[in-house]
T-cell receptor, first 115, second 111 residues
């Protein structure tokens, strides 16, 4: 079965650079979530999109932005990178939140290292 | 507010049962989930329970929900060394369905 695809899987950037992470949800899933997991931490919710509109916002820095495109893939754009942005970034997708729906399935994550 | 608490570490012998506990605060949570994460890997959905259920069994996994006490547990029968990982419970509620995770319980299985 198709899973959530994230690219790239690994990314190394220097401080003050920018990075773009991509997420391709499971086919027919209409909701995408982004999470950040720092070393030894639990995943922290950043932002979500439902039908291409931002549906919720968590602890996402102002330096980060995200969007969901017409094909439902999503991109997380990160600017002015800081050492503390080094983390695993997960994307998850699900379908029809309003009905209780299918549990979110997570992608394999993108490991971002800022040097 | 939303908060999920877990004990941080559990050590068991291979073949024993493991019980990982979780408490949550959001009484409007509709679904509660258990995810498994191996070192450096992604989050694998293990099982989930709807808030109007008391128990759910799936092969070696049993989830118990005490809604009154907002307490969730995951029992793993016949624990194997391959079960060694971090286990996260998560609650899902509200209109947008975001997940709020606990801190994770590291399960160590000794041979």
């Amino acid at each position: 079965a198709a899973g959530v695809i994230q690219s790239p899987r690994h990314l190394i950037k220097e401080k003050r650079e920018t990075a773009t992470l991509k997420c391709y949800p499971i086919p027919r899933h209409d909701t995408v979530y982004w999470y950040q997991q720092g070393p030894g931490q639990d995943p922290q919710f950043l932002i979500s999109f439902y039908e291409k509109m931002q549906s919720d916002k968590g602890s996402i820095p102002d330096r980060f932005s995200a969007q969901q495109f017409s094909d439902y893939h999503s991109e997380l754009n990160m600017s002015s990178l800081e050492l503390g942005d080094s983390a695993l970034y997960f994307c998850a997708s699900s379908y029809k939140i309003e009905t209780g729906g299918i549990p979110p399935y997570f992608g394999p994550g993108t490991r971002l290292t800022v040097t | 507010g939303e908060d999920v608490e877990q004990s941080l570490f559990l050590s068991v012998r291979e073949g024993d049962s493991s019980v990982i506990n979780c408490t949550y605060t959001d009484s409007s949570s509709t679904y509660l989930y258990w995810y498994k994460q191996e070192p450096g890997a992604g989050l694998q959905l293990l099982t989930y329970i709807f808030s109007n259920m008391d128990m759910k069994q799936d092969q070696r996994l049993t989830v118990l929900l005490n809604k009154k006490d907002k307490h969730l547990s995951l029992r793993i029968a016949d624990t194997q060394t391959g079960d060694s990982a971090i286990y996260f419970c998560a609650e899902r509620g509200g209109n947008t369905g975001k997940l709020i995770f606990g801190q994770g319980t590291t399960l160590q299985v000794k041979p």
